[in-house]
């Protein structure tokens, strides 16, 4: 076979288009993961391989959904979790229930992600960082997992950073290492977190100052005689050591 201009055509091999994989994904339960679409890539009958492969899918991850342009090496991803477009979760991640992974975000091996967590587009998160139930991470976040990089200088263990359960970061905010943010604390957009937040904390700036603290639901609480009562029905104490839902019995007193 010859080009227009009259020269031999090169043979090309059979690889299927995303458009083709899609097409095949949408009528079967799943999408195909990173070691699929390796399989695939390397064999002739692709459209037969993927839909075999396909086929089988739900016995082997139930009821997640991967983008087909994502790759996903992990297979310890909890059922209604999604993973958008060119992302990349390395072997050994852990992601929970009903998460929502966003397009180019990157997950690294030894990462722990809750159930029903948020992870905006272009976050990374590095081997050291957990992330618990019901976290949002806004958009471009930055984790670190070393405290005084240098390169090419490996290491075995990497400083932790923990965000605790229902917490919310800002877009582009950046958490220094060996820092836990409380449950449902909130941190501001472009925050530089250099310290601890508390539970229901508010911080903002660089570095990141506590200016307050905030409701499950996110509304800002106002203190009176250290007692504070959302406009969602949320109750609050101040304490010494920062914030305290108050829930049944302990609102008598
Ligand atoms: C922190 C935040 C919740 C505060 O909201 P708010 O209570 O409505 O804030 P206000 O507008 O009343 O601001 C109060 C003060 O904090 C400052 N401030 C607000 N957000 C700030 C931030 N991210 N960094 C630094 N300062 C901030 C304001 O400039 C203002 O300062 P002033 O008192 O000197 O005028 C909000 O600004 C924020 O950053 N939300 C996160 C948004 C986000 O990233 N969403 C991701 C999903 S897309
Ligand atoms: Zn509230």
Not at 21 to 43: C, F, T, V
């Amino acid at each position: 076979m010859q080009d227009d201009d009259g020269q031999p055509r090169q043979s090309v091999p059979h690889f299927p288009t995303i458009q083709s994989l899609r097409g095949i994904a949408g009528a079967l339960p799943r999408s195909l993961s990173w070691k699929d679409m390796q399989e695939i890539a390397h064999n002739d009958r692709a459209e037969e391989v993927a839909r075999s492969l396909m086929a089988s899918s739900d016995r082997r991850n139930d009821g997640v959904f991967i983008h087909p342009a994502a790759l996903v090496e992990s297979d310890q991803i909890g059922e209604g979790t999604r993973v958008w477009a060119f992302a990349h979760i390395l072997p050994g991640v852990t992601i929970g229930r009903g998460c929502n992974v966003g397009d180019h975000c990157y997950i690294e091996q030894g990462v722990t992600i809750g159930n029903d967590a948020v992870i905006k587009n272009g976050v990374s998160i590095w081997d050291g960082v957990s992330i618990e139930d019901r976290v949002f991470v806004g958009p471009n976040v930055a984790f670190t997992n070393d405290l005084v990089p240098r390169a090419k200088a490996h290491r075995d263990v990497w400083d932790p950073t923990l965000i605790r359960e229902g917490a919310s970061l800002g877009a582009n905010a950046t958490i220094v290492c060996g820092t836990t943010i409380g449950r449902y604390a909130l941190v501001g957009a472009g925050t530089v977190v250099t310290k601890d937040v508390p539970d229901f904390g508010l911080v903002v700036g660089n570095p990141g100052r506590l200016v307050g603290f905030v409701c499950r639901c996110g509304q800002k609480l106002a203190f009176v005689k250290n007692r504070a009562v959302c406009a969602c029905g949320g109750r609050f104490r101040r304490t010494d050591q920062g914030v305290d839902e108050v829930q049944g019995v302990e609102e008598q007193r």
